[in-house]
């Protein structure tokens, strides 16, 4: 099992990256983890980063479903991953769209990727040192948001057909 060091972090994109993108799916059964992504978060495991979900998830202030359905994709994720050995320490989301139709979530917000509050926040209840994290994901709305986060790592964009192979820039600091 991995020794936390304490302190860093990779944050995962989780639509297309961690997970194949199925367009505002909540259904925890169609949920399928991108090639590679399991071996490579339990490589980061053991190599001491902790590990965030970090994802946009205006589907909720569009009204296509609920946050108590978003916490059930959670949940599944987590147990999954727990059972192949990948510890998550936590999933943050942002559930507002400008355009949204629900009142409170239909706001301009700051957690919404490119913005880095998702990862700020992660970072702050964690503990998490920001300048020895990561951030991963398979648009530029990730690396930008981890840019904005001061992530030293937040250039390295590993594309929705590469899932998580993209890894070894990663492991080689
Ligand atoms: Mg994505
Ligand atoms: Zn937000």
Redesign the pocket.
Known sequence: MAIKEGGRAVFL?????LIE?VPYNVDPTLIRFTTGAVEGLRLLGDRGYRLFVVSNQPGVALGRFSEQALSRVERHISEELGERGVSLEGFYYCPHHPQGALPGYAVRCSCRKPDSGLLTQAAREHGIELTRSWMV???LD?IEAGRRARLPGSGHCVTKSAGLRGREPILKE
């Open positions: 994109d989780k639509d297309g990256t993108n994901g398979d648009i990730d």
